[in-house]
């Protein structure tokens, strides 16, 4: 079952959200979608962000970790090997493709591979010209009493 949302109110009250609707779109389509391989997204720290995902049975070779604006992409495909019948597959070694919607400026530190886990090293890197900073407000005493004296004369 899908259900649609009408973004039309959230229109007329936010400036600049425009791809929510598709980021929203976009994970119910992942939830109902398998899940393979599974993964942990942490936190240390406010800027710093860890994705691990399970993938045993690939090897480093195997997967391809990919970075764009504001998206990582995590293929996994295994070589064909004709060799061996199995009597039961319990490890599933099925080509996956996996995409995570990074926020502005969430950028891939690091990429490593240990004990069968994919580990992806995420910080935000906000530019200290994008960091908020305090306007100063201008002292009002001058420019209020020739604002009076204008009134008054």
Same mark, same amino acid.
């Given at each position: 079952?899908?259900?649609?949302?009408?973004?039309?109110?959230?229109?007329?009250?936010t400036?600049?959200?425009d791809?929510?609707?598709?980021?929203?779109?976009s994970?119910?389509?992942q939830?109902?979608e398998d !899940?393979?391989?599974?993964?942990n +997204?942490e936190r240390?720290?406010?800027?710093?962000?860890?994705?691990?995902?399970?993938?045993?049975?690939? @090897?480093?070779?195997?997967?391809?970790v990919t970075?764009? $604006? !504001?998206?990582?992409?995590?293929e996994? %495909?295994?070589?064909? =090997?004709?060799? @061996?019948e199995?009597?039961?597959?319990? +490890?599933?070694?099925?080509?996956?493709?996996?995409?995570f !919607?990074l926020?502005?400026?969430? $950028?891939? %530190?690091?990429?490593?591979?240990?004990?069968?886990?994919? +580990?992806?090293?995420?910080?935000r890197?906000?530019?200290?010209?994008m =960091?908020?900073?305090?306007?100063?407000?201008?002292? @009002?005493? /001058? /420019?209020?009493?020739? +604002?009076?004296? %204008?009134k008054a004369?």
């Amino acid at each position: 079952m899908r259900t649609t949302f009408d973004f039309a109110p959230l229109w007329r009250s936010t400036i600049g959200f425009d791809h929510l609707a598709g980021l929203v779109d976009s994970a119910l389509r992942q939830a109902t979608e398998d !899940n393979y391989p599974p993964y942990n +997204i942490e936190r240390f720290g406010e800027d710093h962000y860890r994705i691990t995902l399970a993938v045993a049975g690939f @090897g480093a070779d195997d997967i391809v970790v990919t970075a764009e $604006q !504001n998206a990582l992409t995590i293929e996994g %495909k295994k070589p064909d =090997k004709g060799a @061996g019948e199995y009597l039961y597959q319990g +490890i599933a070694a099925r080509p996956f493709r996996r995409v995570f !919607n990074l926020a502005d400026y969430v $950028q891939v %530190k690091e990429a490593s591979f240990r004990d069968g886990l994919l +580990i992806v090293d995420l910080v935000r890197e906000v530019p200290e010209a994008m =960091k908020p900073r305090r306007i100063q407000i201008a002292g @009002g005493g /001058s /420019s209020v009493s020739q +604002i009076e004296q %204008k009134k008054a004369a």
